[in-house]
């Protein structure tokens, strides 16, 4: 029988909040973390707005000389991954007091989109700036994705499987996923695992501006420029943001007497084999991978009590979402309360579904719904309970959490919470 696997511990870091209890603050008031930009001069760009980690220290989590070699997601992902570990019950002291053979126990599994792409930008600028000696000599290896969770690895000393998991915007849902069969099939007793990314470099930006599916219409009103299901939407807000969870065993988590956040009780993914970035209109594969999730955890639509949406604010995957979430909950679709964390935060890629399951496991311990802010007038094609612009008291027992990604990749989590 397949083990249990639990959440013991998370960590956040999100444009509307740093670490967990100002991203719960601002997640369940409904406030914005989207602004213009700092971090260069935007005003080349159409698009002026980004979701960036406000306030931010990098040095506090790496030393200057070593973050030179690194990219922004790397000082992210530590600093997440510490007070995950802190909240499960493992400060500094605990760390240091662990076995060899409890170390090579515990795994790292990271979900990205960008990865390090932001750090690859920077050194071939200094390059073809005439800057070669300023180039990394770590260009190539902290240049790849891979080698983001040996970076976690590394500082923590966990000597288990160190992987990184890249599929577009369900990475960290991927990621999550993959952590889940391990424990489940007792392969670990506990791994790290979660989200980062930090897409924010004019390069980068400006090839999603030539993709054409950013928002160039807020730069006068970041705050407002988020809009999933708003009839007035013209597409994402780019973002930052990092999300790491403790998975456990359950009995493992049990017998040292951990704090338990919710279960994992089901997984689905599928692929549409459709177009490199367009959702097939139907909505039948991310249906069923939400279904795939539900039917693993043994629940039907009557008992999904929240759904945590993808909902990135362009045309196209708000309509199909919502095509999708009809298909899978049939008429429990229309009585669901459901919400977009983007709404708040922007689309920080590869790390949203993460950030969708930290959003639901607050949405479950303080029974309460998250808004889905800037929905002045929804879609008359998006006719959900998007839970609009103030937060709902309401206990969550179960809870989808959906993504959806360049590709045609789908990806769903059931989250059950464990009185």
């Not at 599994?109 to 990865?115: E, H, K, P, R």
């Amino acid at each position: 029988m397949p083990c249990r696997v639990v959440i013991t511990g998370f960590g956040s870091l999100s444009p509307n909040g740093l670490g967990n209890t100002e991203f719960c603050r601002a997640l369940l008031a409904g406030k914005s973390g989207v602004a213009r930009i700092t971090r260069f001069d935007p005003q080349e760009l159409p698009v002026h707005i980004a979701g960036e980690l406000k306030n931010f220290d990098e040095l506090a989590w790496m030393d200057a000389h070593e973050r030179k070699h690194v990219s922004r997601a790397v000082p992210m992902a530590i600093a997440a991954a510490s007070e995950a570990l802190k909240a499960a019950g493992f400060d500094s002291d605990a760390l240091a007091a662990m076995s060899m053979e409890q170390k090579r126990k515990i795994g790292v599994l990271l979900g990205t989109g960008g990865g390090a792409m932001d750090f690859s930008e920077e050194q071939y600028r200094l390059y073809y700036s005439g800057k070669i000696k300023q180039v990394s000599l770590f260009c190539i290896p902290s240049g790849t994705m891979g080698t983001m969770s040996s970076e976690v690895s590394m500082r923590f000393g966990f000597r288990g499987p160190s992987q990184v998991v890249t599929s577009g915007c369900t990475s960290s849902t991927d990621a999550l996923g993959y952590a889940y069969r391990q424990l489940q099939a007792g392969i670990l007793p506990m791994m790290l695992c979660g989200g980062v990314d930090s897409p924010i470099a004019f390069g980068i930006m400006k090839g999603f501006t030539l993709m054409r599916i950013l928002t160039s219409s807020w730069n006068h009103a970041p705050e407002r420029g988020s809009r999933p299901f708003s009839v007035d939407r013209d597409g994402f807000v780019l973002a930052e943001g990092a999300w790491i969870f403790v998975l456990e065993e359950y009995e493992h988590a049990r017998a040292r007497g951990a704090k338990i956040y919710a279960e994992i009780a089901g997984y689905g993914s599928t692929c549409e084999a459709f177009h490199r970035v367009r959702l097939a209109e139907c909505g039948e594969e991310p249906a069923r991978a939400i279904s795939t999730a539900m039917e693993e955890a043994g629940i039907g639509p009557s008992d999904v009590d929240y759904v945590n949406l993808h909902g990135t604010s362009t045309e196209l995957n708000d309509r199909i979402e919502t095509r999708a979430l009809k298909l899978a909950l049939g008429g429990q679709a229309y009585k669901a309360p459901m919400s977009s964390l983007k709404s708040q935060i922007g689309h920080p890629q590869g790390a949203c579904g993460a950030g969708g399951v930290a959003a639901t496991l607050i949405a479950m311990e303080h029974n309460q719904i998250p808004p889905t802010i800037n929905l002045d007038k929804p879609d008359p094609e998006c006719d959900l309970d998007y839970v609009p612009e103030a937060g709902r008291k309401k206990a969550v027992e179960h809870a989808v959490c959906n993504c959806i990604a360049f590709g045609s990749k789908n990806s769903a989590l059931v989250l059950r919470k464990i009185s």
